[in-house]
């Protein structure tokens, strides 16, 4: 059964990951500095995605888009200290990126910053402003997954990222939540991710499998969420 683990990162090195079978991993850098310092050690066949540093590295951005560089972008609010009234020119800037790639949206709640979290307001602005473009919910909105498998499902461009919440919501209240998004949303349209090194490949996808079980799903879509949608969204699409 093949993988392609749709969010993963490399900045602590690969020799610990731990889960066998994988063809194609999208390697994401939450940086510049991380990015300009690893990028050589991306394995050859692996997609990556880049931080939308609008606020001081856009030219930088832009230009490594331009020369085919990189396969998505990515919003993080935590990391880039954005706030509701950011998102504005935010989304201004994203008009500069001419070549349609993905948009990686970070959706995890987390910390003690109120100011910095994820905005599913302005995800849903995104995703109506650039309807051609695929936007990538990251981790599938943590703990407010069932909020965002509401208001998000009437969005046709709209993906899921499974990474990270499959382990954390495990032995929460929020898992069945998580069961009824991988029930309920087009198979066409949720990706299996690990969030490597921040959580065990392996463990997740083994918890995935155990939905898979449980949902009683064919074949062909699990085959969709464990490996085509993110090639189909992250080297097809490319």
């Known amino acids: 059964m093949k993988v392609f683990d749709c969010h993963c990162h490399i900045e602590k090195g690969l020799l610990n990951y731990d889960l066998d079978n ?12 991380d990015y300009d310092k690893f990028i050589k050690d991306v394995p050859k066949g692996d997609s990556i995605s880049l931080i939308f540093d609008y606020k001081n590295n856009l030219d930088y951005v832009l230009d490594t ?17 954005l706030e509701e009234s950011d998102y504005p020119l935010l989304i201004d800037k994203l008009r500069l990126v001419k070549k349609n790639i993905p948009i ?6 987390y910390d003690h910053y109120l100011n910095y979290q994820p905005s599913l307001a302005s995800i849903i602005e995104i995703a109506k402003e650039f309807p051609n473009r695929k936007i990538i919910v990251a ?6 997954i069932l909020e965002y498998f509401f208001h998000l499902r009437t969005l046709n461009n709209i993906y899921y990222d499974l990474s990270f919440t499959l382990q954390y919501l495990y032995d929460s209240s929020c898992f069945l939540d998580l069961i009824k998004l991988l029930k309920y949303t087009d198979k066409n349209k949720i990706m299996f991710g690990s969030d490597h090194h921040w959580a065990s490949p392996k463990l997740q996808f083994e918890i995935l499998n155990d939905i898979f079980n449980k949902l009683d799903l064919n074949e ?11 090639k189909n969204v992250f080297i097809n699409n490319y």
């Open 139 to 144: 981790h599938s909105g943590g703990h407010k």
């Open 65 to 81: 888009v331009n020369k085919n560089e990189i396969n998505a972008i990515k919003i993080i609010a935590r990391d880039q200290k």
């Open 22 to 33: 994988v063809q194609h991993r999208n390697i994401i850098f939450n940086s510049i500095v």
């Open 104 to 109: 990686i949206i970070d959706a995890f709640y």
């Open 220 to 230: 062909n879509d699990k085959q969709k969420i464990i490996f085509h949608n993110a």
